[in-house]
């Protein structure tokens, strides 16, 4: 089955404690991205990658580190958590074409995260 | 910049009742304009989409029509039920010559379908 897989689904952490949450996605996608959303300001892009070790900021992107060693795998690190953090993530990824301004993203199931 | 406007809601109709959600966008570009759902407890789904003016997306009775001279598109089904109830994003992608498949969210509208 395709899909974008999310690990953990839900985390509560304290400030300051090193996380990462893991996205994988199985249709060899080349290009990968993360959002979060909160409440009243929908998704907003934190970070994406258009292939492997090529990453580039998003719109919200302090306070988060990205990797993408491998084409299937775009994990999200953050390396001091603070409360501003919390927030529902998502990781969505599409074919990447040069010739195509739009393909199609799938998003993972989303990862709840509380900083405490 | 992109920016995506959208009816925030809550928005709470009969089954059975006619649905119409409003969306209204900017974009530098020739935007490709998308209708995501969000059931309660899952991640976000294509609903429909419409890559260039006067396309007409529609998919499980919903459908949006991208109207370039209105910058609009609103999303409408003729019958909701209860299955229905989710919270929809109106979102726009540009590319604008460059290399981010970036969507830009609406706010998110919240549907509830009552029986």
């Known amino acids: 089955e395709a899909q974008v897989t999310q690990n953990p689904r839900y985390l509560i952490t304290v400030t300051g404690k090193k996380l990462t949450v893991t996205c994988s996605q199985n249709m060899n996608h080349e290009y990968m991205s993360w959002y979060r959303q909160d409440p009243g300001l929908g998704l907003r892009q934190i970070y994406y990658?258009?292939?492997?070790?090529?990453?580039d900021k998003g719109d919200v992107p302090e306070g988060y580190k990205v990797s993408r060693k491998e084409k299937r795998n775009f994990p999200l690190i953050l390396e001091s958590p603070s409360p501003n953090q919390t927030s529902l993530y998502f990781c969505?990824?599409?074919?990447?074409?040069?010739?195509?301004?739009?393909?199609?993203?799938?998003f993972g199931p989303g990862t709840r995260l509380t900083v405490l | 910049g992109n920016s995506v406007t959208q009816m925030e809601g809550p928005v709470t109709l009969s089954e059975e009742a006619f649905l119409t959600i409003n969306c209204t966008y900017t974009a530098t570009g020739y935007p490709s304009l998308f209708w995501y759902v969000q059931y309660p407890g899952e991640g976000l789904q294509l609903l429909l989409k419409a890559t260039k003016a006067d396309d007409k997306g529609s998919n499980k009775g919903f459908e949006a029509t991208y109207r370039k001279e209105t910058t609009s598109f609103h999303l409408e089904k003729g019958s909701v039920q209860v299955s229905d109830s989710a919270v929809y994003f109106c979102a726009l992608s540009d590319l604008g010559g460059g290399s981010n498949y970036k969507l830009t969210f609406g706010k998110g509208t919240l549907l509830t379908v009552n029986p």
């Open positions: 969505a990824s599409s074919l990447y074409s040069v010739s195509s301004s739009y393909n199609e993203q799938f």
């Open positions: 990658s258009m292939n492997v070790e090529v990453t």
